[in-house]
Nanobody, 127 residues
Framework: QVQLVESGGGLVQTGGSLRLSCAAS????????TGWFRQAPGKEREFVAA????????YYADSVKGRFTISRDNAKNAVYLEMNSLKPADTAVYYC????????????????????WGQGTQVTVSS
């Protein structure tokens, strides 16, 4: 089992920045990638960004490219999401997710590639 705990959410004004953190613990040796997803009220969960634990490959949703940056710290088993130029449309609960070998069989943006999920952290962007 892998446990994921998100932190760093909050209330910010349009144009502001936040940095989300995802701390992983447990049997993390089988994890090959970590992703961030978000879900706004009444909407489906959507992909935001992902990063592989080996190499430097990162993946982003078109809606956040150029504004969000995903990074990792292997030594700390942590993944971060730096969010800049935030918009009200970015308001959602943000979830961290970890994927094992199945992640290679699907698109990085597919929820099917992620076996473990955190509880989520709320991000609210006011206009």
């Amino acid at each position: 089992q892998v446990q994921l705990v998100e932190s760093g959410g909050g209330l910010v004004q349009t144009g502001g920045s936040l940095r989300l953190s995802c701390a992983a613990s447990g049997r993390t040796f089988g994890t090959v990638a970590t992703g961030w997803f978000r879900q706004a009220p009444g909407k489906e969960r959507e992909f935001v960004a992902a990063i592989r634990w080996s190499g430097s490959s990162t993946y982003y949703a078109d809606s956040v490219k150029g504004r969000f940056t995903i990074s990792r710290d292997n030594a700390k088993n942590a993944v971060y999401l730096e969010m800049n130029s935030l918009k009200p449309a970015d308001t959602a609960v943000y979830y961290c997710a970890a994927g094992g070998s199945r992640w290679y069989s699907v698109a990085p943006s597919s929820v099917d590639g992620y076996s473990y999920w955190g509880q989520g952290t709320q991000v609210t962007v006011s206009s």
